[in-house]
């Protein structure tokens, strides 16, 4: 079975800096990964994914992570972030299959 | 296109009442799944769908809950009678191809009072 540890519950960052938001997973077998985003009152959106080939992936809005795996890791970064990031961000894995393993979320909130 | 679609966005019900929540996903997405996150925690999957057919439903959290796709289309998810724990924001989603990228809609929040 896969786990999903996302290690950040809440992140306060300033308009224009970086951001990395960290996701740990666990597993035996190769896995499937994704970040999806909930901004408020909306659903979750597909950032990114990785599947295989480039251990670097980028995703919609600026967004990137990079799948290491011998730490087990897909954190996501975005070198300068805006208001409009202020969103709910969720880290996922499965095994080639449907059924998607959540982290619990990383709140970021954006300040001018 | 347009997206996966819930409805109602909210329901407010008391405890022992009947409630039932329905999801259009994306048309020609043959695969349809049920979300579930309480409070608190993780997202939490519930049930599968292929087309009309339960794939898999080892999430569901007991019998007072049923779920079904008429037709391969949309679906509904029942839950009866409602207790407090089952509060929380329920998902659907669907895609074409699994394990492709889920497609969300934007939720139903459930509220049992």
């Known amino acids: 079975a896969q786990s999903v540890t996302q290690l950040d519950s809440q992140v306060p960052v300033f308009e224009e800096a970086p951001v990395e938001l960290r996701c740990n997973y666990s597993?035996?077998?190769?896995?499937?990964l994704f970040w999806y985003v909930q901004y408020p009152n909306q659903g979750l959106q597909l950032l990114l994914k990785?599947?295989?080939?480039?251990?670097l992936v980028k995703g919609i809005n600026g967004f990137e992570a990079e799948f290491n795996k011998s730490q087990t890791s897909f954190h996501l970064r975005k070198p300068s972030v805006h208001i409009s990031d202020t969103a709910e961000y969720f880290c996922?894995?499965?095994?080639?299959?449907?059924?998607?393993?959540f982290g619990a979320g990383t709140t970021v909130t954006v300040r001018a | 296109e347009a997206g996966v679609t819930q409805f109602p966005s909210h329901s407010v019900i008391e405890k022992g009442q009947t409630v039932t929540l329905r999801c259009d996903p994306i048309?020609?997405?043959?695969?349809l799944y049920w979300y579930r996150r309480v409070m608190g925690k993780e997202i939490k999957f519930l049930l599968h769908?292929?087309?009309?057919?339960?794939?898999?439903e080892s999430g569901m959290p007991n019998n007072r809950f049923l779920a079904e796709r008429t037709g391969g289309t949309y679906s509904t998810l029942k839950v009866q009678p409602a207790e407090l724990e089952d509060s929380g924001v329920y998902f659907c989603?669907?895609?074409?191809?699994?394990?492709?990228?889920?497609?969300f809609g934007n939720g139903t929040r459930l509220t049992v009072t």
């Open positions: 989603a669907s895609s074409q191809v699994a394990p492709s990228p889920l497609h």
């Open positions: 597993s035996s077998v190769s896995v499937y």
């Open positions: 990785y599947l295989s080939g480039s251990t």
């Open positions: 996922a894995v499965t095994f080639r299959d449907y059924k998607l393993s």
């Open positions: 048309s020609g997405h043959d695969n």
């Open positions: 769908f292929v087309k009309e057919s339960k794939q898999d």
